[in-house]
Each structure stands twice: as C-alpha cells, then as structure tokens.
C-alpha cells in the first residue's frame, strides 16, 4: 500500500491558481468555498488519500504547501 | 487511522531555505514563483546559500532580490549580464546568476546578452520566456509568437510588419563562449523538477568555469494572454512549445 502523506497549506498565501489541483493524482485538493484575507480563494483538503508525492508543493508558485510523509 | 503525519521527521517538501518568507507579488499561477522556487532549491541542493550573488532585472521579477535570500543587486533594463560579467570577474570564486524576462533579455538587453554569451562569461543566465512585457500590461515583445495577440499587436502579430519571433536561445547557442543551452518549462511537477535539474548542472559548470550557461524557461502570463492559470498553461504546451521547443540546444561535448 502507497505510503500516507499529509499537506499543510498557508491559506492566507494562497492566491488560488488552482494549479496544485490539476497536479495531485490522488484528487486531495479542492478550492475552498470561503475567501482569504486577499480575497482568494484557496486550496483545502477534501480527503485523506494524500501519500505525500509533493507534486502539489512542486507546482505552487507561491510555496504555500508543506509535504509530510510517513516514514 | 487518524495518525498526525505533520511531525518534522516526516517533512518530505517545504520552502526552500534560499528564499524569504516574503508573499511574492506575482499574479495567481504565475510561472516566476515557480521558477523562483526551483532555482532556489538548486542553490539548496549544492549548498552554495552564502556564496551566491543574483541580479535582478527590470520587468515583473524585478523584485526577485526581495524573494531571494542570497546577496542580490538591482541592474539596468537589461543590463544583467553586464552588471554579472563585473561582479564575476572581481569574486570570481562566487556563483553568479542574473534572473531575466524576455522583454529585458531578449529586447532591450540583446547586446548584452549575446556579448556575455560571446565571450563566454562564467555566469548563469537564466531566462523566463512568456512572450509578452508582462509588467507594463501585455505588449508585444520580441519573442511573440506569430499571429499572438497582444495590445500592441491587437489583431495579432503580423510577421510582414512586426517582424519574426526571436529565438534567443538558439541565438545564443551558436556563440562559442555558450558552454550550456537548454529550455524547459515549470507548469507541471515534472517539468519543474527537470528545470531544477537543469539550473543545478549550470550551478556545477559555472564552479568548473565552463562558460556561459542559459537556462530558458517558457511560461505563461494568465493576466496578460487573459486565461486562467490552468488555461495558459494549456495555450502554452498547444502555441508556445511547438516554436519554443523543450529540451537541451546545447550541451558539452
């Protein structure tokens, strides 16, 4: 079984691109139905299927996401 | 299962170490952050954090030195190479990179960038092509592609009056001072980690004093080609990567 990874996400530095959706082959990601601080939109977690392939904090611009990964 | 992952042994991906925690000003889905961030990380890799000097140019990264935390210095439009030839020659055992646009390499920066190329300056040079002056609101710059609109080009543009899109890339190639020419992109994960590969082998050429190294990376301008993010990256990989093609145009022989 894949290993479990989890995602922290700095909502306020989110800008919303949405480019970490596109990029998570687990469908972890989703825009958040809420606004930040800059009027964004931003990504939260919808499910717990996350292994920790980072390709969502690869292709952040922005570097809002911190990848954990089980050991 | 309800195990908490978020524990510093399992950290597998953070910011790199080589950038500020300062909010980058670029639009949502901009190519520069990434770029940033892959440039950065390969100055992580190598571990060259205190032994770095940048040079930022003018257009929309001209505010890198506030993102990069290594020593930075603001030049001319388009100087960067020139100001980076300077500071190489008097601390030549540093690692120098100028960060430019194509408005700034490709247009008013020409001379400079092909006579550092020429004389085979050990610097890097690295380039984001998105084919348009993204700061001053979307104007045609040298490396719009033919038939792309633009609000200087607004019918798109006309190659019999405005000229042939320029590729300054394999320009550079030809000159024998250009020890490493490559082009790549940062829109999906992969690229972007083969675009961090590519600018850590010119972090490596530079300290074996190989000559000059280009790193291209085509992006998009979501605000300016007026798309979403992940529909400029799809106009890109359809319009731009056809004429800009990926891949490496020079490598050692």
Redesign the interface.
């Known amino acids: 079984m894949a290993k479990?990874?989890?995602v922290?996400i700095q909502i306020e530095?989110c800008?919303?691109?949405?480019?970490c959706i596109?990029?998570c082959p687990q469908n972890v990601l989703a825009m958040s139905d809420k606004v930040n601080a800059k009027g964004?939109r931003y990504a939260v977690k919808v499910n717990s299927d996350c292994t920790?392939c980072?390709?969502c904090?690869?292709?952040?611009?922005?570097?809002v996401?911190?990848?954990?990964?089980?050991? | 299962?309800a195990?908490n992952?978020?524990?510093p042994?399992?950290?597998?991906?953070?910011?790199?170490k080589s950038?500020t925690e300062r909010?980058?000003h670029?639009?949502?889905?901009?190519?520069?952050?990434?770029a940033h961030?892959m440039l950065a990380e390969a100055i992580d890799d190598l571990d060259i954090q205190g032994e770095t000097i940048g040079i930022a140019p003018v257009g929309c990264s001209v505010l890198a030195y506030y993102y990069f935390d290594v020593d930075m210095l603001e030049a001319a439009h388009g100087r960067a190479p020139a100001v980076a030839t300077g500071i190489k020659r008097v601390l030549p055992e540093k690692y120098v990179f100028t960060y430019q646009g194509d408005g700034d390499l490709a247009a008013i920066g020409t001379a400079e960038t092909i006579h550092a190329c020429n004389r085979g300056e050990n610097i890097l040079i690295v380039f984001i092509n998105n084919g348009i002056y993204g700061m001053t609101g979307g104007q045609m710059a040298p490396t719009t592609l033919e038939n792309m609109k633009s609000t200087t080009s607004p019918r798109g543009r006309d190659i019999k009056t405005m000229g042939n899109p320029l590729k300054i890339s394999e320009l550079v190639a030809e000159l024998p001072g250009t020890y490493y020419a490559t082009r790549h992109s940062?829109?999906?994960?992969a690229n972007?980690?083969k675009t961090k590969r590519a600018f850590k082998k010119a972090l490596e050429y530079q300290k074996e004093n190989k000559g000059t190294c280009l790193v291209e990376v085509v992006s998009n301008c979501?605000s300016n080609w007026k798309m979403?993010?992940?529909e400029s990256?799809k106009w890109m990989e359809e319009n731009m990567f056809p004429f800009y093609p990926l891949g490496d145009i020079k490598t050692p022989k």
């Open positions: 479990k990874g989890d922290v530095k800008k919303g691109c949405e480019l596109a990029s964004f920790g980072a390709n904090a690869v292709v952040c611009p922005d570097a996401i911190t990848v954990y990964r089980e050991k | 299962m195990e992952l978020i524990k042994e399992n950290l597998v991906y953070e910011k790199s950038m909010e980058l670029y639009c949502p889905g901009c190519g520069h952050g990434t961030r940062v829109h999906t994960p972007a980690r979501p979403t993010p992940a990256n």
